[in-house]
């Protein structure tokens, strides 16, 4: 949740007890048209706290979507020359490059075990 999300839900909680207390007190001293209407405005409370709730998902999924839609599109090629990249960003020495990660050079600084070859 943003900041002004959490704000906003804070204060709809602290409404929804505050007009719960209220509809408490007037049922207790017999003003039922006061209790019915704090029945309402808690219900309105507890609808808004869920509309906000849904409404900040709504906007975290549609920053989402407009930030996966801004990414470029690319062709296979450049998808491939990407894992390359990747795969020789990667390489620590000839002999580990040619024995697929299972060995080093004798000079190789790294000299890490087969499991956390990158
Ligand atoms: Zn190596």
């Known amino acids: 949740m943003t900041r002004p999300s959490n704000l906003l839900c804070s204060a709809y909680i602290g409404l929804f007890l505050w007009l719960l207390y209220c509809a408490v007190q007037s049922a207790r001293h017999g003003a039922w048209w006061a209790t019915v209407v704090f029945v309402v405005g808690t219900c309105l409370a507890m609808v808004a706290f869920l509309r906000e709730d849904q409404l900040d998902d709504l906007l975290r999924r549609e920053a989402v979507r407009a930030e996966r839609e801004a990414r470029p599109v690319l062709t296979p090629d450049e998808t491939a020359d990407g894992v390359v990249a990747v795969a020789l960003a990667g390489e620590c020495c000839d002999r580990w490059w040619t024995s697929a990660g ?17």
């Open 102 to 118: 299972a060995d080093h050079d004798p000079t190789c600084r790294r000299q890490t075990p087969e499991s956390s070859a990158a």
